[in-house]
């Protein structure tokens, strides 16, 4: 059987440097040779997720080529979850898949897909229930879903994110979403309070890749809302 690892890190680091052009096409190009030769890769079908999740920030494609794209990546993800359903890195792609597909979608879309991102994080949390990742995604899924479908819960959204900042109190995704959940809920105090941790938190990538440059957009972020905030009386 051939070895990938070494495509694999290739692809882990055109990942990392998915903003530069063309490099998350090349990603997903090596992930289909390999998947053309091994179809139940493991490794390779979550990665593939990964690639397609982020195709409508990075992709530079239409609305229709980023909805066929997501499509490609939701089947990637409910095949790795088929090869291994005792590994958590399936759910977490599939959900995050799922995720940027109800954006696209309508009401009825949204309510679909959150369902499936819901029984993927009861998976992971089955698999290794001190997975922070999950309760994250959790807090976000309740404090994003339109009201009409009847599934965003403002009070779990604050429970989720607390569970993930008391398993992770080093992250600043965390901290910056728990200041987006106060703000929705009116807590002036409590928003302020998160985004000043966010801020304070050393990153926890600090290199040139795109999650670090996301996580200072998040800190950016954090400090343009504490200024919003001080100005409102």
Request: some cysteine; overall charge neutral; proline content about 4%.
């Amino acid at each position: 059987m051939p070895d990938y690892t070494r495509t694999l890190r290739d692809v882990d680091q055109l990942y990392a440097q998915r903003d530069v052009s063309g490099n998350l096409a090349a990603s997903i190009t090596k992930l289909e040779t390999v998947l053309a030769k091994e179809p139940e890769n493991y490794d390779a079908l979550w990665r593939l997720a990964r690639s397609y999740s982020e195709v409508a920030a990075f992709g530079h494609l239409s609305k229709k080529e980023i909805a066929s794209a997501f499509s490609k990546g939701e089947a990637a993800g409910a095949q790795a979850i088929t090869v291994r359903s005792d590994a958590i890195e399936g759910y977490l792609w599939h959900a995050a898949v799922m995720g940027k597909r109800a954006e696209l979608g309508n009401n009825l879309a949204a309510l679909g897909a959150v369902q499936t991102i819901l029984l993927d994080m009861e998976e992971v949390m089955a698999l290794e229930p001190a997975c922070p990742t999950a309760y994250y995604v959790l807090a976000t899924v309740h404090r994003q879903a339109p009201p009409i479908i009847s599934i965003g819960n403002l009070d779990n959204a604050q429970r989720y994110i607390d569970r993930a900042v008391s398993l992770n109190p080093h992250s600043v995704r965390f901290y910056h979403e728990s200041g987006l959940i106060a703000l929705a809920r009116k807590d002036k105090a409590g928003a302020i309070k998160a985004f000043e941790a966010a801020i304070a938190l050393p990153p926890e990538i600090d290199d040139d890749s795109a999650d670090a440059r996301y996580l200072r957009q998040l800190q950016a972020d954090a400090r343009a809302q504490i200024q919003k905030l001080r100005k409102k009386r």
